[in-house]
C-alpha cells in the first residue's frame, strides 16, 4: 500500500504535496518502526479536495486493510525550513481564535556521519514528553527509518508547547546540540491549527474533548 499510492495520489485534484510515512515503535520518538502502524501527509488547495479524497478509491482500499484510521483537519500557523527542497505550507489566513490546540511537526534528514551522536541523545532530549500535562498525543513519524525523521505532536495550547520546548533542560540542550554538531543535511519545524478530527487511535477519538 505504501509503494501502491503514489499512482492513486498523483491523479488526485487538488492534492499539492504528500508524504507516506511509516510510524515509530510505542509512540514517542523511537528509530524502530511499527509494521502495523502508516501516516499520510497531504496538503490541498481546499478543505473540499480533501473532504472528497476521504471517500476515494485509495481510502477504501486503505480502510479494508485497517483497524481503525484516524484523519486530523490542519491548518497552518508557521513553518520554517525545508521539506524535499520545498516549503509546502502556507499560513492560513483563517485561523479560529477559539481554538487552543497546537499541531507540530519537526522533520529532518539526518547526516550519515551523525546518525550516532543524533541517537545516542534522542531519549534523553524527549524524557519530558512522559507523562507532561500539556501534551494529547506524539508519536515519530518518517519517510526513512534512523535517517528521515520526524515527529508529531499535539498540545493542548501554544503556551504547553513554549514550556516543554524551551522550559525543558534536555529538549533546550537538543536544540543547542543541533545548532552546534550540524546534525541535519535539512530540517523543518512547521506549527498547526487542529479544527477537525474524524475517526479513532486506539479505540477513541484523541481530539473528541478539545473540538
Not at 513553518?79 to 507540530?104: C, H, R, Y
Amino acid at each position: 500500500m505504501m509503494n501502491e499510492a503514489h499512482g492513486f495520489l498523483a491523479k488526485m485534484e487538488g492534492l499539492h504535496f504528500y508524504k507516506l510515512m511509516g510510524c515509530g515503535k510505542n509512540e514517542g520518538f523511537n528509530p524502530y518502526p511499527d509494521w502495523s502502524t502508516y501516516s499520510l501527509l497531504t496538503v490541498w488547495d481546499a478543505e473540499t479536495d480533501a473532504e472528497r479524497f476521504l471517500t476515494s478509491e485509495l481510502m477504501n482500499l486503505y480502510r479494508e486493510k485497517t483497524l481503525e484510521t484516524w484523519t486530523i483537519f490542519m491548518k497552518n500557523i508557521v513553518a520554517k525550513g525545508m521539506w524535499s527542497g520545498k516549503n509546502p505550507f502556507e499560513q492560513s489566513p483563517t485561523l479560529n481564535p477559539d481554538i487552543p490546540l497546537v499541531a507540530v511537526i519537526t522533520r529532518a534528514t539526518i547526516r550519515g556521519k551523525k546518525l550516532l551522536s543524533f541517537w545516542r541523545y534522542v531519549p534523553t532530549s524527549h524524557l519530558q514528553l512522559r507523562g507532561n500535562e500539556g501534551l494529547i498525543y506524539s508519536n515519530g513519524i518518517g519517510e526513512v527509518p534512523v535517517i528521515q525523521m520526524a515527529t508529531f505532536s499535539i498540545w493542548k495550547s501554544k503556551a504547553s508547547l513554549m514550556e516543554f520546548a524551551y522550559k525543558s533542560h534536555e529538549h533546550h540542550t537538543a536544540i543547542q546540540k543541533t545548532r552546534q554538531l550540524d546534525w541535519y543535511k535539512e530540517e523543518m519545524f512547521t506549527r498547526f491549527q487542529p479544527y477537525k478530527s474524524l475517526g479513532t487511535w486506539r479505540g477513541v477519538n484523541p481530539l473528541a474533548a478539545y473540538l
